[in-house]
């Protein structure tokens, strides 16, 4: 059995089901500056301060705040 972080360092890929935790750790919420959560289910980052969801689409995180979806069903932007 391989450990995932061994084909992670090995390929440079991040796992097939998740962000790579290193681009995680650079991301932060453009309109706060505060960092993010992953959730993959919804696959999105999830800024709780500014209470916004960042889309990934085809792996790639959209850090645009007229992309996000507020967390907030009556919340308007």
Known sequence: MTD??????ATGNP???GVDPRLLEM????LTKSLLR???KAQELISDQARLAYP???GIPIMLIDE???LDPDARR
């Open 4 to 9: 995932t972080s061994d084909s992670v360092a």
């Open 15 to 17: 796992p097939p089901t």
């Open 27 to 30: 991301l932060v919420c453009p």
């Open 38 to 40: 992953y959730d993959a």
């Open 56 to 58: 990934i689409r085809d």
């Open 68 to 70: 996000a979806r507020p």
